[in-house]
T-cell receptor, first 115, second 112 residues
Framework: AQSVAQPEDQVNVAEGNPLTVKCTYS??????LFWYVQYPNRGLQFLLK??????LVKGSYGFEAEFNKSQTSFHLKKPSALVSDSALYFC?????????????FGSGTRLQVQP | DSGVTQTPKHLITATGQRVTLRCSPR?????VYWYQQSLDQGLQFLIQ???????AKGNILERFSAQQFPDLHSELNLSSLELGDSALYFC???????????FGPGTRLLVL
């Protein structure tokens, strides 16, 4: 079975400071990893993904994520947070070799960026 | 805008009733996924269709069913509704080649 853990329910950061939203995963074989963001009363917006290749993945809106196989982590980062980044962030995984393409999501982390 | 559309946006109904949620995938996407987002269960995968055929089932109740039509739009049918079925229901689509799933805006279901 595959699973995702987002250990922090909420992350608070001041505008202009770097931010990190943590994610660890468990899956058989190599993982496909994703980050999505959800704004109030909106659907999930795709931010970035790791399939293979470079461990540092760059995505939308200045976000990036680092894949660490030994620590089974895929933390989301941004060098300088904006108030408009305040939202709910979800990490998701699926196994590379599984026939099941559906995503398993973490519980979500609410990011609050203070002006 | 992801290109995935869902109707209706909101649905209020009573216990015991039946509703149908509709999803149109992005142009060219053959796979459709249904997810349920609730406060207590989080985001859970319900069911996947690929080019009209059921491909995978997740935590979908027997009272729920889905289908994908020849034009690739999909419908999720929820019957004998209970209070606990109140949730946000998302549809997502992918091409099957690219792994990214693109989500619709969701249908918010309230069962009274």
């Amino acid at each position: 079975a595959q699973s995702v853990a987002q250990p922090e329910d909420q992350v608070n950061v001041a505008e202009g400071n770097p931010l990190t939203v943590k994610c660890t995963y468990s899956v058989s074989g190599n993982p496909y990893l994703f980050w999505y963001v959800q704004y109030p009363n909106r659907g999930l917006q795709f931010l970035l993904k790791y399939i293979t290749g470079d461990n540092l993945v760059k995505g939308s809106y200045g976000f990036e994520a680092e894949f660490n196989k030994s620590q089974t982590s895929f933390h989301l980062k941004k060098p300088s947070a904006l108030v408009s980044d305040s939202a709910l962030y979800f990490c998701a995984v699926r196994g590379y070799y599984t026939g099941r393409r559906a995503l398993t999501f973490g519980s979500g982390t609410r990011l609050q960026v203070q002006p | 805008d992801s290109g995935v559309t869902q109707t209706p946006k909101h649905l209020i109904t009573a216990t015991g009733q039946r509703v149908t949620l509709r999803c149109s995938p992005r142009s060219g996407d053959l796979s459709v996924y249904w997810y349920q987002q609730s406060l207590d269960q989080g985001l859970q995968f319900l069911i996947q269709y690929y080019n009209g055929e059921e491909r995978a089932k997740g935590n979908i109740l027997e009272r729920f069913s889905a289908q994908q039509f020849p034009d690739l739009h999909s419908e999720l049918n929820l019957s004998s509704l209970e209070l606990g079925d109140s949730a946000l229901y998302f549809c997502a689509s992918s091409s099957g080649v690219e792994e990214t799933q693109y989500f619709g805006p969701g249908t918010r279901l309230l069962v009274l």
